[in-house]
């Protein structure tokens, strides 16, 4: 157990609509990232929020945004849903932002948009 | 700019045979990290080891053991003795090092999936 807790694990919604994925952080973490997982696109990079504030972008669609709370828990919310949108999201987390830091990683969230 | 190659997309071995996963990447920064993480057929992407380019001493933690190679840009995963446990995904990553205001995005290679038969 990496000590990240991701909810939901499983989530099938349509096209169009919209969802939010949610992470707790291992205690003590102060950095999130998000990853999504695709078959065509592999494990990208989406942000990372470092207590509280975004730190890094990656290749995040603008349907996508997220925050990172006074609590540390973070939460990506995906709207206007595409077919494609369908992959496994994983948040991860460390103890600093800083280079170099091993992120572990939550057990995902398995998103299918029909 | 960043790339993790991992070139070898499955590989399938008996159980007790030694396999070697390679990984190739590609940085203009002197100073990075390099990260392998595992994912079983659960999903959870498990992390393994992570090495800084300053250090490239090899590294043996039972039956993983890690060559990492800067000439050739190189950081390649063996398996000793695998077994079917070992059956999962690999993914070598890439991490630069920014110390201000720095963040560490992994930069992933597409994966060696890795099927270990009894």
């Known amino acids: 157990d990496s000590g990240v807790t991701q909810t939901p694990k499983h989530l099938i919604t349509a096209t169009g609509q919209r969802v939010t994925l949610r992470c707790s952080p291992r205690?003590?973490?102060?950095?999130v990232y998000w990853y999504q997982q695709s078959l065509d696109q592999g494990l990208q990079f989406l942000i990372q929020y470092y207590n509280g504030e975004e730190r890094a972008k990656g290749n995040i669609l603008e349907r996508f945004s997220a925050q990172q709370f006074p609590d540390l828990h973070s939460e990506l919310n995906l709207s206007s849903l595409e077919l494609g949108d369908s992959a496994l999201y994983f948040c991860?987390?460390?103890?600093?932002?800083?280079?170099?830091?091993?992120?572990?990683f939550g057990q995902g969230t398995r998103l299918t948009v029909v | 700019a960043q790339k993790v190659t991992q070139a070898q997309t499955e590989i399938s071995v008996v159980e007790k045979e030694d396999v070697t996963l390679d990984c190739v990447y590609e940085?203009?920064?002197?100073?990075?990290?390099l990260f392998w993480y595992k994912q079983p057929p659960s999903g959870e992407l498990v992390f393994l080891i992570r090495?800084?380019?300053?250090?490239?001493q090899n590294e043996i933690s039972g039956r993983y053991s890690w060559n990492f190679q800067k000439s050739t840009s190189s950081f390649n995963f063996t398996i000793t003795a695998s077994q079917v446990v070992d059956s999962a995904v690999y993914f070598c990553?890439?991490?630069?090092?920014?110390?201000?205001?720095?963040?560490?995005?992994?930069?992933f290679g597409a994966g060696t999936r890795l099927a270990v038969h009894p």
């Open positions: 205690s003590g973490d102060l950095s």
């Open positions: 990553a890439l991490s630069e090092a920014t110390f201000s205001g720095g963040y560490n995005k992994l930069i």
């Open positions: 991860a987390s460390s103890d600093r932002g800083q280079g170099g830091t091993e992120a572990f």
């Open positions: 090495r800084n380019s300053f250090d490239e």
């Open positions: 940085t203009r920064d002197t100073t990075y990290y």
